[in-house]
C-alpha cells in the first residue's frame, strides 16, 4: 500500500512541477515528451528504490528472527530435564476417622493463610456424619498449607479445627483426621 502512494505521490508531483520558462521559439511537444520519459525513468528508479528498501527491511527483520532464536535469554535459555513434566499439582488423599464427630457437621478444607473460608480459598466443602469421610483432594503446588475446620450444625458446639502441610519425604500425601 506505501509503495503505491509514493508512487502516485512521485507522478502526481513529477507532472505538475517542473517545466522550464524556456524561450518562445521552441515547441511544447518536445518538452512534454521529454517530461514524459523522465516521469517514467523516475517512476522506475523510485520503484526500485522502495523494492531494495523493502528486501532491506525483510532481509534486517529476518535476521532479527534469527539472532532471537539463536540468543541464549528468555525461555529457549532454560535447558530442562526430560523427565520433568511440568506438573505442579499435589494429589492429597484426605481420610476422616469414623466418629471424629458425633454428629452431623460440615467440613472446609481451605488455604491455611485464607481469612474468610469460602469457594475461591476452599479445596473441599462437604458434610460429614459419625461414618467419617475419605476423598481426594488436588492443590495447585507442593506450597499449600491447608486447614480443615469442621463445624456442627448446632451452634452450641465449637468447631474443630486440624492443620496439614506437605511431606517431602512421603511420596503419598496423606492427611489423616482421628
Known amino acids: 500500500m506505501n509503495k503505491v502512494i509514493a508512487i502516485i505521490i512521485t507522478l502526481l508531483l513529477t507532472a505538475c512541477g517542473g517545466g522550464s520558462g524556456g524561450s518562445d521559439g521552441q515547441s511544447q511537444t518536445p518538452s512534454s515528451t521529454t517530461n514524459t520519459t523522465t ?3 523516475q517512476s522506475t528508479t523510485n520503484t526500485d528504490t522502495q523494492a531494495q528498501t523493502t528486501t532491506t527491511e525483510e532481509q534486517a527483520a529476518q535476521e532479527q528472527i534469527t539472532e532471537e532464536t539463536n540468543s541464549d535469554e528468555g525461555m529457549e535459555a532454560v535447558v530442562v530435564d526430560e523427565s520433568f513434566d511440568f506438573q ?5 488423599s484426605v481420610s476422616i476417622g469414623p466418629d471424629v464427630v458425633s454428629s452431623r457437621a460440615f467440613i472446609n478444607i481451605c488455604q491455611q493463610d485464607a481469612t474468610l ?3 475461591d480459598t476452599c479445596f473441599l466443602r462437604a458434610p460429614i456424619d459419625s461414618n467419617g469421610l475419605t476423598v481426594q483432594i488436588l492443590l495447585p503446588h507442593s506450597e499449600q498449607k491447608l486447614k480443615a475446620e469442621i463445624w456442627y450444625y448446632s451452634t452450641s458446639i465449637e ?20
Open 117 to 119: 473460608t469460602n469457594e
Open 88 to 92: 505442579t499439582d499435589v494429589p492429597v
Open 39 to 41: 516521469t517514467t525513468t
Open 159 to 178: 468447631p474443630l479445627v486440624y492443620n496439614w502441610e506437605f511431606d517431602g519425604t512421603m511420596q503419598q500425601q496423606e492427611w489423616k483426621i482421628n
